[in-house]
T-cell receptor, first 112, second 115 residues
Framework: SQTIHQWPATLVQPVGSPLSLECTVEGTSNPNLYWYRQAAGRGLQLLFYSVGIGQISSEVPQNLSASRPQDRQFILSSKKLLLSDSGFYLC???????????FGPGTRLTVL | SQQGEEDPQALSIQEGENATMNCSYKTSINNLQWYRQNSGRGLVHLILIRSNEREKHSGRLRVTLDTSKKSSSLLITASRAADTASYFCATDAFNYGGSQGNLIFGKGTKLSVKP
């Protein structure tokens, strides 16, 4: 069966510090991978998606970047965090183009 | 602007009652999905309804889709306290600037079921 992991679960970082959030998927190959951010009480905003190794598409210009160094690994990064980067970050994967998305447990990021 | 908009934003009911949540969207879709999110957790897929379907059932869930009105509803029958969560609709809008299976999520309905 497939599983998706995210870490860390929670993170408190000072403004201006770097960020690295990791997402890994097990039990499937060549998944589409997604990073979302959810602000408090809001819906999900798609940040990045990837259809293969090294292939990253950005949906929203921002202070963040993403990388996919391996087939089932998706990393969200920042060189210098802003207060507005605080939120709940969710990773998800799909098989193919259309269908159910499977979400990870999320990372709660607080930038102080 | 959001593709999907749920209403109400919040809904509070007693255990045993039915809960109905609505979703409206703006453009043509391939399918519409409903997800559930417990507080502080990831989203869990509930049901997917294709654009050529009008109604779908899964256990205590009933989803309808009216493409002429660009709207969908999620009905949870005989609600339980464990149904307390936020519920989101998401559309796979093939001509809303999305590609590769991107979903456009609404802001969600926060359901509270009191025992």
């Amino acid at each position: 069966s497939q599983t998706i992991h995210q870490w860390p679960a929670t993170l408190v970082q000072p403004v201006g510090s770097p960020l690295s959030l990791e997402c890994t998927v097990e039990g499937t190959s060549n998944p589409n991978l997604y990073w979302y951010r959810q602000a408090a009480g809001r819906g999900l905003q798609l940040l990045f998606y990837s259809v293969g190794i090294g292939q990253i598409s950005s949906e929203v210009p921002q202070n963040l970047s993403a990388s996919r160094p391996q087939d089932r690994q998706f990393i969200l990064s920042s060189k210098k965090l802003l207060l507005s980067d605080s939120g709940f970050y969710l990773c998800a994967w799909t098989r193919g183009r259309i269908g159910e998305q499977f979400f990870g447990p999320g990372t709660r990021l607080t930038v102080l | 602007s959001q593709q999907g908009e749920e209403d109400p934003q919040a809904l509070s009911i007693q255990e045993g009652e039915n809960a109905t949540m609505n979703c409206s969207y703006k453009t043509s879709i391939n399918n519409l999905q409903w997800y559930r999110q417990n507080s502080g957790r990831g989203l869990v897929h509930l049901i997917l309804i294709r654009s050529n379907e009008r109604e779908k059932h899964s256990g205590r869930l009933r989803v309808t889709l009216d493409t002429s009105k660009k709207s969908s509803s999620l009905l949870i029958t005989a609600s339980r306290a464990a149904d307390t969560a936020s519920y989101f609709c998401a559309t796979d809008a093939f001509n809303y600037g999305g590609s590769q299976g991107n979903l456009i999520f609404g802001k969600g309905t926060k359901l509270s079921v009191k025992p």
